[in-house]
C-alpha cells in the first residue's frame, strides 16, 4: 500500500510574475559579481570608497525592509482568509515601513553628494550608486504596486476574485527585499 | 474556528521569522564592530546572509511550498551569490 502523502506543490502568485522576479535577480546577481570581481581587483580603492558611506543608514534601512516585507507576508495571510481590513492594513504599515527606508537612503545620497562622492567619482561610486539607485528605483515601484493593491482591496468584491494579485505583488516586495538582504554586507558589513 | 487558529499559527510563525531576520541583522552589523580576523567575519557574515535569504524565500514568498523546480532555482541563487562574494571579499 502506498503510504506516501503527497504535498500539494503551488506558486504563490502569478507565474509570469515569477518569471520576471527571476529575470531581476538574475540582472542583480551580474551586478553582485561584476562588483566582487572590481572589489578583488581595486581592493584598496573599494574598502576607502566603503569607509565614507553610513553603516547605521544600511542597518535601519535593512530593519525597515525586513519588517515591511513581514508586513507584506501578514496581508497574504489575511488575503487568504478572505479579510480585506486586516490585509489593507498589514499593506499600509508596509508602505509606511518602506517610506523610512526611501527618507534614510535620500539622506544618505545627500550626505555623500555634499561630500563631493558621484557616480564618476571612482569605480566604487559608480558601482554603489549604480546598484542602489538600481535597487531605489525597484522600492518606489514595489510601493505603487502596494498602494495599487491597498486600493483595491477597499472594494469587498476585490479579494475572491483576485488572491493572485495580492500574492503577485507580496512576492515582487519580498524580492526587493531580498535583494538587499544581499546588498547590506556587501557595501555596509564586510 | 480552525481557519481562526490557522491565521493565528501562521501569523507567529510569521513573528517568529521576523524576529530571527532582524536580530541576525543587528549580528551581522555588530561582528562588523568588532576587531575580528577578517576572514573569520566574511564566513559569518555570508553564513547569516545565506540563512536569511533562505528565510525569505522560504517563507515570506512561500518556496517551501512551490514547484521543486523554483525552490531549487531559487536557493541556488542565494546560496551561489554569498559563496562567491565571500571568495572574492576573502581573496581580496
Known amino acids: ?190 | 474556528m480552525q481557519d481562526d487558529i490557522n491565521v493565528k499559527k501562521q501569523l507567529i510563525t510569521m513573528t517568529y521569522i521576523w524576529m530571527a531576520l532582524i536580530v541576525m541583522s543587528i549580528l551581522a552589523f555588530g561582528l562588523s564592530l568588532l576587531n575580528i580576523d577578517k576572514s573569520y567575519l566574511i564566513v559569518a557574515v555570508m553564513l547569516l546572509t545565506i540563512m536569511k535569504a533562505k528565510l525569505i524565500i522560504g517563507v515570506f514568498m512561500e518556496l517551501n511550498i512551490a514547484p521543486k523546480l523554483w525552490r531549487r532555482g531559487f536557493n541556488s541563487y542565494i546560496i551561489v551569490i554569498p559563496v562567491v562574494t565571500a571568495l572574492a571579499y576573502g581573496f581580496a
Open chain 1, 1 to 190: 500500500m502506498n503510504t506516501r502523502i503527497t504535498e500539494s506543490t503551488r506558486l504563490s502568485g502569478d507565474i509570469a510574475v515569477w518569471f520576471f522576479i527571476l529575470a531581476e535577480v538574475t540582472v542583480f546577481a551580474i551586478f553582485f559579481f561584476s562588483y566582487c570581481s572590481m572589489y578583488y581587483l581595486k581592493t584598496d580603492l573599494f574598502v576607502a570608497g566603503q569607509q565614507a558611506l553610513h553603516p547605521i543608514a544600511g542597518l535601519i534601512n535593512t530593519i525597515a525592509l525586513i519588517s515591511s516585507s513581514y508586513a507584506v507576508a501578514i496581508a497574504v495571510v489575511f488575503a487568504k482568509q478572505q479579510r480585506n481590513s486586516g490585509a489593507r492594513l498589514a499593506i499600509l504599515v508596509a508602505v509606511l515601513l518602506s517610506m523610512i527606508y526611501v527618507t534614510t537612503k535620500l539622506w544618505e545620497y545627500n550626505i555623500l553628494i555634499s561630500d563631493g562622492y558621484r557616480l564618476s567619482t571612482n569605480t566604487f561610486f559608480m558601482f554603489y550608486f549604480f546598484i542602489t539607485g538600481f535597487h531605489f528605483m525597484h522600492v518606489l515601484l514595489g510601493m505603487f504596486i502596494l498602494v495599487l493593491v491597498y486600493r483595491n482591496l477597499a472594494s469587498p468584491e476585490f479579494l475572491p476574485n483576485n488572491l493572485n494579485t495580492v500574492e503577485s505583488a507580496a512576492s515582487y516586495w519580498h524580492m526587493v527585499d531580498l535583494v538587499w538582504v544581499i546588498l547590506f554586507p556587501l557595501l555596509y558589513v564586510i
